[in-house]
């Protein structure tokens, strides 16, 4: 296997991921000589001619504090005004700090939608290009003021994979208050070992992650190890290393053993194909017969009508489904072409039968092959 060094080397665009836990707490709020320690951190590693984009947590336990709250708040009205006050605190402490460098850096906040939607996906990764290209460093959050359900269910671990894969970064770093990956959590035991290297991240390895969060932050290991999922199979690396110690980046680039590597998967997905995967969030469920399961997996067809069992949710034309077999294993996903009101009249029928059930045919499939994508590792995917 290639050497960790010579890995980063090729890592010529990077996403940064600082937890809350790394750079502020509820008690203290922003940690600023923290912040400052890292400015110089990644100033040094953009003077080695790479491009660096942050996504940075804080702004909401940075607001906890300005408005004199004991804890983290359970109402998201208050999570939204503590989000509202904490964020130009955070993004004043960013730009402070990196001034002393001779730095330039840009706000970015983004929701969901901006994700979800192609269309604001595109403008904003132009957006970031541009700022890259203008040799700024853009500072990523998510719009918590406005994104209620990003507060709810939300977090930067999985904002900073989709950004990654969003901007064609090669690596994800996600700065963590533990030192990478264990078979067990380090803080409860003790016996448990650092996994250096993950090859794929197998259900294994995601139970492994188990659920907690720290107390200053909304995600745990297991959105770590959901972020370096979603970058893998986009063709990137991730690295979890502590980032208590902002000098552990040099050391990383500088070739020491630290934290935990995530391999690329070997054939990666890419554009549509890994936006309909990970991006998108299901509106509705199909369930296939057998012969359909096969044709998608063994065949690499496009689903028709024919094939559909049953339907759950509600959807529109052109939203992501999940499909389904028999035993409840999901098998592919994609985009439909038809309402889940017509799609429940028109299953299990032959696309002969369309026009005449729904007066109309603008479509002979469900989903076409294009706009599929087949979940189960060790299925033959349609790339």
């Not at 110089?40 to 709250?69: D, F, H, M, Q, Y």
């Not at 700024?136 to 994979?161: F, K, Q, S, Y």
């Not at 053993?257 to 309909?276: N, S």
């Not at 057998?290 to 339907?311: E, F, T, W």
Request: with cysteine; hydrophobic share 40%.
């Amino acid at each position: 296997m290639t050497s960790r060094k010579d890995i980063l080397k090729g890592c010529k665009k990077v996403v940064l991921k600082i937890g809350s836990n790394i750079i502020s707490s509820v008690r203290e709020g922003l940690d600023y000589q923290r912040i400052e320690e890292l400015a110089r951190e990644i100033s040094s590693l953009k003077g080695t001619g790479r491009e660096v984009i942050i996504v940075s947590s804080g702004a909401v336990v940075s607001g906890i504090k300005k408005l004199g709250l004991k804890s983290r708040p359970a109402s998201i009205p208050i999570k939204q005004a503590a989000a509202a006050v904490g964020q130009s605190r955070l993004m004043w402490a960013w730009e402070s700090a990196f001034e002393q460098f001779n730095e330039t850096v840009a706000q970015v906040l983004l929701t969901g939608d901006d994700m979800t939607n192609r269309t604001r996906l595109l403008n904003s990764r132009n957006t970031i290009s541009t700022l890259l290209e203008y040799n700024v460093i853009p500072v990523i959050n998510e719009n918590d003021t406005v994104a209620t359900e990003e507060i709810r269910l939300g977090d930067n671990d999985n904002l900073a994979g989709l950004v990654a894969n969003l901007t064609d970064a090669n690596l994800l770093i996600i700065l963590s208050d533990v030192y990478g990956l264990f078979t067990e959590d380090p803080r409860s035991n003790h016996q448990a070992r650092l996994i250096p290297l993950v090859s794929h991240v197998t259900p294994d390895i995601e139970r492994m992650a188990g659920d907690a969060a720290s107390k200053e932050g909304t995600g745990g290991m297991r959105t770590k190890i959901q972020a370096a999922k979603r970058v893998s199979a986009s063709g990137a690396y991730t690295i979890i290393i502590c980032g208590l110690d902002p000098k552990n980046l040099s050391r990383l680039f500088a070739g020491e053993e630290i934290g935990t590597i995530f391999l690329p998967e070997e054939r990666p997905l890419k554009g549509r194909k890994h936006w309909i995967t990970y991006t998108l969030r299901p509106k509705g469920k199909l369930v296939l017969d057998d012969g359909a399961v096969q044709a998608l997996r063994d065949k690499g067809k496009s689903l028709l009508p024919s094939g559909i069992v049953s339907i759950n949710g509600s959807f529109a034309v052109g939203d992501p489904v999940c499909c389904y077999n028999s035993k409840g294993a999901e098998i592919a996903k994609g985009l439909v072409n038809f309402t889940s009101s017509d799609l429940s009249r028109i299953k299990g029928v032959r696309t002969s039968e369309i026009e005449k059930i729904l007066g109309y045919k603008d479509y002979d499939e469900v989903i076409h092959r294009d706009n599929l994508v087949l979940i189960n590792p060790g299925q033959k995917d349609l790339r």
